[in-house]
C-alpha cells in the first residue's frame, strides 16, 4: 500500500467471508484505504461498513460459520446490517458484561463479544459473557467457555489474539 496517499488500513478492519469482504471504516482503516482495496481487489466484491464502531471490526461484527452472524446491536442499527449477511441468521448482542483492566482500557466492554469460531459448530468465548454463552447453546454451538484476563488491558480478545485459521471443508 502506498505510504504516501493518506490511507490508513489495520487488516483488523476487514472481515473475510470466502471471496467478500465487509471493511470497517474507522480510525485505523479510512475510506482511501478501502478505495485502494477495491483497485487492487476488483475481482472481490468488498462492501463498506461505515457505522460507529471503534476501531476493529471483530467486536462488531463476527460471522459465527457460513450464515450465520453475530453483530453489537450498540453499533450497527438493524436497518444498517451490510448487505452481505442479508439472508443469514442474526444474533444481535445488546451488551457484554465489562472486564476489569490494568490502569487504561485498550479495549471496550466490547471486548467480550470477540469470540473464536474454530469449526462451524465451535466458539471459543470469555467465560464472563453468560448471557451470550447462554445465546449461542441454544443455537446449539459448542461452546468453550475460557478467561482471557488482560483482554480489556492489552486490547484484544479471542479473536484478536489468534493466527489466522485456514480450515478445510
Not at 462488531?60 to 453499533?75: D, F, H, I, K, Q
Not at 479495549?107 to 474454530?118: E, F, P, Q
Request: a negative charge.
Amino acid at each position: 500500500m502506498p505510504r504516501d496517499q493518506g490511507m490508513v488500513l489495520d487488516a483488523a478492519n476487514i472481515c473475510r467471508m470466502n471471496d467478500d469482504w465487509l471493511y470497517l471504516e474507522s480510525v485505523s482503516g479510512n475510506r482511501a484505504a478501502y478505495n485502494w482495496l477495491c483497485e487492487q481487489f476488483p475481482e472481490i466484491n468488498i462492501e463498506l461498513l461505515n457505522v460507529d464502531a471503534g476501531v476493529h471490526i471483530d467486536s462488531t461484527v463476527l460471522p459465527l460459520r457460513e450464515g450465520v452472524v453475530m453483530l453489537n446491536a450498540s453499533r450497527i442499527p438493524k436497518d444498517k446490517c451490510p448487505k452481505i449477511f442479508e439472508s443469514w441468521d442474526k444474533i444481535w448482542i445488546d451488551d457484554c458484561v465489562p472486564q476489569k483492566f490494568y490502569q487504561y482500557p485498550y479495549a471496550s466492554k466490547w471486548i467480550g463479544m470477540n469470540v473464536l469460531s474454530t469449526d462451524p459448530n465451535t466458539v471459543i468465548i470469555d467465560a464472563a459473557q453468560t448471557a451470550i454463552i447462554n445465546t449461542l447453546e441454544q443455537l446449539k454451538f459448542n461452546v468453550i467457555p475460557l478467561t482471557l484476563r488482560h483482554s480489556r488491558t492489552l486490547g484484544g480478545g479471542f479473536h484478536c489474539v489468534t493466527l489466522c485459521l485456514r480450515r478445510t471443508k
